[in-house]
């Protein structure tokens, strides 16, 4: 199993600028979870997603769109790219199990700087 | 509200045991995670633990849970240059998982 891949690795935008980060994971999990990390912080969430078809907000939605037409892939959407959006982005994917609730497998992540 | 705390720096010489402290603030919280994250690389699972246990033990990883002080810590015996990271506590709340900022973890030779 690859597990959770990201593309790109890197990406400088220019304000205004859309791109579409990719995720995929190989692990026939049901949720798929965006999040970013700015420097010296914890994880903000992004969106979510609990199967193919449902999306839902999280704590930082703004400026930002997904989709998630398949099991395997949960893309995440810039539109308009603002400096603000300067930020490691993480996928993860979960099954959820009794026995270890949650526990999340991350992607390498994108660094994106927005200029 | 959910809340995860954690230290931001944590020093500690080769051999010697690091201890990484959390508080969180939900206590409906079902399992509090504790991540690793190296330079460049996402986060990966270090250990976990259930919500009605008090300690854990998984090789030089011990987890202590203090449920009435929301109080979360991981202890990493003989600690080693490779155990240079960012260490992550985490609650999970139904299908979220709210992370704190994470403890720099660094280790002199």
């Not at chain 2, 990484?20 to 919280?29: E, K, L």
């Not at chain 2, 504790?34 to 030089?60: C, H």
């Amino acid at each position: 199993n690859a597990g959770v891949t990201q593309t790109p690795k890197f990406r400088i935008l220019k304000i205004g600028q859309s791109m579409t980060l990719q995720c995929t994971q190989d692990m026939n999990h049901n949720y798929m979870y965006w999040y970013r990390q700015d420097p010296g912080m914890g994880l903000k969430l992004i969106y979510y997603s609990v199967g193919a078809g449902i999306t839902d907000k999280g704590e930082v939605p703004n400026g930002y769109n997904v989709s998630r037409s398949t099991t395997e892939d949960f893309p995440l959407r810039l539109e308009l790219a603002a400096p603000s959006q300067t930020s490691v982005y993480f996928c993860a994917s979960s099954y959820p199990a009794r026995t270890s609730g949650e526990t999340q497998y991350f992607g390498p992540g994108t660094r994106l700087l927005v200029l | 509200g959910e809340d995860v705390e954690q230290s931001l720096f944590l020093s500690v010489r080769e051999g010697d045991s690091s201890v990484i402290n959390c508080t969180y603030t939900d206590s409906s919280s079902t399992y509090l995670y504790w991540y690793k994250q190296e330079p460049g690389a996402g986060l990966q699972l270090l250990t976990y633990i259930f919500s009605n246990m008090d300690m854990k033990q998984d090789q030089r990883l011990t987890v202590l849970l203090n449920k009435k002080d929301k109080h979360l810590s991981l202890r990493i015996a003989d600690t080693q240059t490779g155990d240079s990271a960012i260490y992550f506590c985490a609650e999970s709340i139904g299908f979220k998982t709210i992370f704190g900022a994470g403890t720099r973890l660094f280790v002199k030779a």
